[in-house]
């Protein structure tokens, strides 16, 4: 099969190509980027791997909806409209996307989804991420699907508290969200949920980010043998 990597000279990218160039599954591996356009691509491909940036979303949906390609997509940071975009695509072509791509984070968004749907209003909850000092958006989209997952174990929406300062008393209800940059940090997502007697705590650590990378060529290979739709890790993993 053969694999084309949207935002090839990103740090994933490159990630990617790496262990894709390693599986003979993989028969011809190549990028897009600012140095090798979609002009200058050698062949069609039967899966995309996009993980570039919101803004080159347009132009690899285009790609794919132009040559009937499935698509992964990895790439965080999106607006309502790029979501509402992906959406519409997804009529037309398979597309898996996913704001985290390792096995133990799609574990964590299930198991804080069955805490919250048990807990209720009984605990405060509290999500802590932090990442690399490179990473540009805040909170991460794991985070965000995290706080998905509790709203959707508890039944509903709730206020979204980013950080505190100030006089600022915690309201009741609310999802308090924080996050933390610095240093070399993969990835480190904590979800917890206090009372006034005792706290959970459900946490993801990655070590390496070649965990993403290797659950994103899984995902393409699942990807490749869909209907048209959206899917996500929990499709790929069978969870």
Not at 73 to 93: M, P, R, V, W
Not at 130 to 153: L, Q, W, Y
Request: aromatic share 6%.
């Amino acid at each position: 099969m053969k694999l084309v990597i949207w935002g090839m000279s990103g740090r994933m990218g490159q990630l990617i190509y790496d262990l894709a160039i390693k599986d003979t599954f993989w028969t011809a591996v190549e990028g897009v980027d600012v140095n090798n356009p979609i002009d200058k691509l050698k062949f069609t491909p039967d899966v995309v791997i996009d993980f570039s940036h919101p803004t080159a979303l347009d132009s690899a949906l285009g790609y794919c909806e132009k040559n009937n390609v499935p698509m992964v997509i990895g790439t965080t940071g999106f607006e309502d409209s790029h979501i509402e975009k992906i959406k519409i695509a997804s009529n037309n072509l398979p597309i898996m996307q996913a704001t985290n791509m390792s096995l133990g984070m799609n574990l964590l968004f299930s198991l804080v989804e069955q805490v919250a749907s048990v807990l209720k209003d009984k605990a405060d909850i509290e999500v802590i991420e932090a990442h690399h000092n490179r990473k540009v958006d805040a909170p991460s989209g794991s985070a965000v699907t995290i706080i998905e997952s509790i709203e959707k174990g508890l039944g509903r929406t709730e206020k979204h508290a980013h950080g505190r300062v100030g006089q600022c008393p915690r309201e009741k209800g609310e999802i308090g969200v924080h996050a933390i940059r610095g240093g070399n940090i993969v990835g480190f997502h904590e979800a917890n949920f206090i009372n006034d007697l005792e706290t959970i705590k459900i946490t993801h650590e990655a070590h390496d980010r070649s965990v993403f990378a290797q659950g994103s060529l899984e995902a393409a290979k699942f990807i490749l043998d869909q209907k048209v739709g959206i899917y996500n890790m929990k499709d790929v993993l069978g969870i």
